[in-house]
């Protein structure tokens, strides 16, 4: 049998994802703003603390994004590689330096949902929809001063977020909140159900061959509703930071383990 995941295969050919690395290249629209920092707080493991400056600053960030493995068949088969996110990242600190952390997050696809897993992103199905540039026609915005982008998120068949960013100007960086390496936990739990772990990680990662570009800042309305089933709005805004669009290429390929959790009967061992 192989195969980077499952299922596994003498071919290998159906694991929901190929081996690393992977490729991504999409656009984001990005909504920061402020929340109370205990809510910020109340999502932290044991250990990781919020960060020191503007603890309470949040990024909900819409993404479409075309993505593949090395080998980049996926391209020519588009159902394979496009996907749509939207994520909620907390700044945090941990052993004295400061991560970007991601507490919610939905997809639309299950490759991106296992890939997520994986790297310790906590995924959930959703439904996102971006209002798309135009440089043709009047049916969408320009990269422009006054040019309106929208975004929607939802789940479950209810609406958990909208936003609305009208670009002013150009900027030098997509905002603040999403700027560090990432620190996520890779949590599974035993086949006993008894609350003890299979795996338990604290890891952390970045990307390579980072390319960002097209970057505009400008005003944002943001928007969030409850669920039965989700807590993104625990997460409300206080105070709106800004909006920001632009357009990212990066890749992917390993991460770093920080802390590791051994399973009971080791510990016992």
Request: with cysteine; hydrophobic share 40%.
């Amino acid at each position: 049998m192989s195969a980077f995941l499952f299922p596994r295969t003498p071919s290998g050919r159906s694991s929901l994802i190929p081996p690393p690395p992977w490729h991504y290249s999409g656009e984001m629209l990005t909504v920061e703003y402020r929340t109370d920092p205990a809510r910020v707080s109340e999502l932290l493991p044991e250990g990781v603390e919020p960060a020191g400056e503007d603890p309470g600053a949040v990024a909900l960030i819409w993404a479409d994004w075309q993505s593949c493995g090395d080998s980049f068949e996926e391209l020519l088969d588009p159902v394979r590689s496009q996907y749509k996110e939207c994520f909620a990242v907390v700044r945090c600190t941990w052993d004295g330096d400061t991560f970007s952390r991601c507490v919610f997050i939905w997809v639309d696809k299950d490759f991106a949902l296992v890939r997520g897993y994986h790297q310790g992103y906590p995924k959930k199905i959703g439904s996102m929809w971006m209002t798309r540039p135009v440089t043709v026609g009047n049916a969408g915005p320009r990269l422009e001063p006054g040019g309106a982008f929208g975004a929607t998120l939802a789940a479950a068949d209810r609406r958990l977020a909208q936003a609305v960013i009208t670009l002013e100007s150009p900027a030098p960086a997509p905002g603040f909140v999403n700027g560090h390496p990432m620190l996520h936990n890779r949590w599974w739990p035993a086949i006993e159900s008894d609350g003890s772990g299979s795996l338990d990680e604290l890891v952390t990662m970045r990307g390579y061959d980072g390319e960002v570009t097209e970057v505009w800042a400008g005003s944002a309305d943001l928007e969030l509703f409850s669920s039965p089933g989700e807590e993104l709005s625990l997460l409300a805004p206080e105070e709106i930071i800004g909006g920001y669009y632009h357009r990212v290429g990066v890749s992917w390929r390993g991460g770093t383990t920080l802390r590791r959790n051994l399973p009971l009967e080791v510990e016992r061992a």
